[in-house]
């Protein structure tokens, strides 16, 4: 008989450390999320703990950025019943942990798996061998020439999201509307983000009970499960981080990150389909992987897969997260453009 105190302990030794420039803020908060929501604990508690998992971060996280990470997870619910990592045998609730006394479990189950850690000579060795972004856009069975003016944002959201279901999407992050796909046609080539997934209704209830035209509640079963690569040579504070050697390398071959980005992508699509692939407005590209009906084990499976590459993993961590709408516009200047449509793997409502 495992105590919660036990349990918790021996999940996070088995966690990765969450490292710099390598998806470190998204393997930190889903220790966050596991720890509020998966083993059900108050706040205080949760960031007693996550203190414990910082020991081993490289490098570590401040007090304060792990209050945030905790407060953030706080607000994004977990689409799992609270406390999915507990069973107390024959009981309907979950244990809870409060400061240092731990309440007995009496049927261990596994504890969920924390995402993988990246194997760099895999990624080195897929991306040097291609094919690369030329190659994605001469392999789209729907090709745009480039450059041009004008957007196809309209053809290819009519193209991931046949009919007319509700959409929800925004001009930014904090300016957004659920409207069915038809009633946004004016406006989608301005837009920069979209929910990877229809809605069920135009607004739901936040965690919280506000009425917001976002919300989990209020997302579909999960479509498309996008997968980006965001590699940076240098973090915010400018030091190196462990993609700089393989950036750099990649460069002298003339290899670029978006090259790098593309090889993966079209690696990732043997595993599961490819439908369309977006520019972000940055330095990264967003593609969607069709998932719709699949099992979640598989999904997961399919993610960690890509995590271990060097994906971000969170837009999995939070089905109604936002994702880069192709051929959009970022801060409406910046055009996200689309270098790879397949109608053929977009799912058919």
Not at 15 to 27: K, L, R, S, V
Not at 137 to 153: G, I, L, M, Q
Not at 182 to 189: H, I, N, P, V
Not at 276 to 284: D, I, L, R
Request: charged share 25%.
């Amino acid at each position: 008989m495992m105590t919660l105190e036990e349990r918790v302990t021996k999940y996070l030794d088995a966690c990765p450390a969450a490292i710099e420039g390598c998806n470190g803020d998204a393997q930190t908060f889903s220790i966050a999320s596991a720890l509020v929501w998966g083993f059900a604990l108050e706040q205080g508690a949760a960031l007693s703990w996550l203190r414990y998992y910082n020991q081993k971060c490289d490098p570590p996280w401040s007090d304060e950025e792990l209050k945030r990470k905790i407060e953030n997870t706080v607000r994004t619910p977990s689409r799992k019943p609270r406390g999915y990592l507990l069973r107390e045998d024959g009981q309907d609730g979950c244990g809870t942990f409060h400061g240092s006394t731990a309440t007995p479990l009496l049927t261990p189950t596994p504890p969920h798996p924390c995402w993988p850690s990246v194997v760099l000579q895999d990624t080195d060795r897929i991306v040097s061998a291609g094919p690369w972004l030329y190659d994605l856009w001469e392999t789209s069975p729907v090709r745009f020439e480039h450059p041009r003016a004008e957007s196809k944002a309209v053809e290819i959201v009519g193209h991931l999201f046949p009919g007319d279901p509700l959409l929800c999407c925004g001009w930014n992050r904090s300016r957004f509307d659920t409207r069915r796909r038809l009633a946004w046609s004016d406006e989608l080539d301005r837009l920069a983000l979209i929910v990877p997934s229809p809605m069920l209704a135009p607004a739901g209830r936040t965690r919280h009970g506000r009425v917001s035209k976002h919300t989990l509640e209020a997302t579909a079963a999960r479509v498309y499960l996008i997968v980006e690569f965001d590699f940076a040579a240098r973090s915010k504070n400018g030091q190196p981080t462990v993609w700089t050697p393989l950036i750099e390398s990649w460069q002298a071959r003339d290899i670029s990150i978006f090259d790098a980005c593309a090889a993966l992508l079209l690696h990732l699509a043997v595993f599961m389909p490819l439908a369309c692939v977006t520019a972000s407005g940055g330095k990264s590209l967003h593609g969607w992987h069709l998932v719709y009906g699949k099992p979640e084990a598989e999904q997961r499976a399919f993610m960690e897969r890509a995590v271990a590459l060097g994906a971000d993993p969170a837009l999995w961590e939070n089905p109604s997260q936002f994702g880069r709408l192709p051929d959009g516009l970022r801060d409406g200047r910046v055009r996200q453009t689309c270098f790879f449509l397949n109608p053929e793997e977009c799912v058919n409502l």
